[in-house]
């Protein structure tokens, strides 16, 4: 059974940082780009970040660039989005999402997500 | 960037038919998938490549996409049915992944 399985939400104050991870079983992860999109309480899904499935090409939202990290660890089936400088309008729902090898693949597994508080 | 453009809500009877519009320049010239979210749940693909459908879902869900707008259709809608409804693609002048806004789906 494909599984993503994202762990590490919580509370904490604006300004701080926070590491979320993510791991996979059920398939070979070396062969999906893996995606991070959110959602904040009561909003739509916001696409943050996707990863190439050898990391050799990363692509960040407007949003988060420059203070989100992506990267993956294809040998222990896991990802990491470790959140810098977050802000009271990160607050949402956290979803790591597998895709086919194309860009324009879509998304065929989900993870059932979790919730980063950002509120002082 | 790219934006894509849904009506917030739609609502339909019971086995009546829904379509879902997805508004986006030139969005028939890119490929388009569709998710279903219920409340709490994770989202679901419903439809990629604008049309093709997973094996595990029922046929009453098809997609098209010509022009500027890109269309989900729900065909015999059920109560179950009813939840949240996103178009997305990949803009790639930009590298970025777009989705729509979101449409919510009302079984009357």
């Known amino acids: 059974e494909v599984q993503l399985v994202e762990s590490g939400g919580r509370r904490v104050k604006p300004g701080g940082s926070l590491s979320l991870s993510c791991a996979t079983s059920?398939?070979?992860?070396?062969?999906?780009?893996i995606n991070w999109v959110r959602q904040a309480p009561g909003k739509g899904l916001e696409w943050v970040a996707s990863?190439?499935?050898?990391?050799?090409?990363?692509y960040y939202g407007e949003s988060v660039r420059g203070r989100f990290t992506v990267s993956r660890d294809n040998a222990r089936n896991s990802l990491s989005l470790q959140m810098n400088s977050l802000r009271v309008e990160d607050t949402a729902v956290y979803f790591c999402a597998r895709q086919g090898q194309g860009y324009e693949e879509s998304i065929d597994q989900w993870g059932q997500g979790t919730l980063v508080s950002v509120s002082s | 960037s790219y934006v894509l453009t849904q009506p917030p809500s739609v609502s339909v009877a019971p086995g009546q038919t829904a379509r879902i519009t997805c508004g986006g320049d030139d969005i028939g010239s890119k490929t388009v998938h569709w998710y279903q979210q219920r409340p709490g749940q994770a989202p679901v693909l419903v439809v990629y490549d604008e049309s093709e459908r997973p094996a595990t879902l029922p046929e009453r869900f098809s997609g098209s996409s010509s022009g500027n707008t890109a269309a989900l259709t729900i065909s015999r809608v059920e109560a179950e049915d009813e939840a949240d409804y996103y178009c997305?693609?990949?803009?790639?002048?930009?590298?970025?992944?777009?989705f729509g806004g979101g449409t919510k789906l009302t079984v009357l």
């Open positions: 997305q693609v990949w803009h790639s002048r930009s590298d970025h992944m777009v």
């Open positions: 990863i190439s499935s050898s990391s050799n090409y990363i």
């Open positions: 059920g398939f070979k992860l070396s062969s999906y780009m």
